[in-house]
């Protein structure tokens, strides 16, 4: 089943697209690469979430940010691409969590992008290179920010 079609099947409904704060495009593709920008909860242009983990937001809280992040991205990869089924694998991702002084649980907080990974693409195409770090802040004090690089089908 290819991603468009597990979308339906789990009853996934991806956001519009948002678009850029500042001077950058949401995605660029170089020949079989897909590098996508940094996105946090930020809708209609403002933060649907804020604050510190460990402190404002629990480590659970802060994976279901993470899950809609992940929402986000996909939304901007659906707009770039068409289609979703046009992605081969998703390769490497960097998780930035706002976190509280003492703070440690970000692999868990970024667990709730890649968990979503996998589930629309597969154990095989979603499960990826990671890196999950914590930030002293993040724009707009949103409590996580995750960028991606994708191989996909090139035109």
Do not use: C
Request: glycine share 12%; aromatic share 4%.
């Amino acid at each position: 089943m290819g991603a468009e079609a597990t979308l339906i099947a789990r009853n996934i409904t991806l956001p519009a697209p948002g678009k850029p704060a500042a001077n950058y495009v949401g995605a660029v593709q170089v020949g079989s690469l897909l590098f996508v920008s940094g996105h946090g909860p930020i809708r209609d242009g403002k933060a649907t979430v804020t604050g510190k983990v460990g402190k404002d937001l629990t480590t659970e809280q802060a994976y279901q940010v993470a899950r809609e992040v992940g929402l986000l991205l996909l939304a901007t990869v659906k707009a770039q691409l068409g289609s979703l089924d046009r992605v081969k694998r998703v390769v490497k991702v960097l998780g930035m969590v706002a976190s509280a002084e003492g703070y440690g649980e970000q692999p868990w907080v970024i667990n709730g992008f890649s968990d979503l990974m996998v589930e629309v693409f597969g154990e095989m195409n979603g499960k990826h290179a990671r890196s999950a770090v914590g930030m002293a802040e993040l724009p707009r004090g949103i409590p996580v920010e995750i960028e991606m690089i994708l191989e996909v089908e090139e035109k």
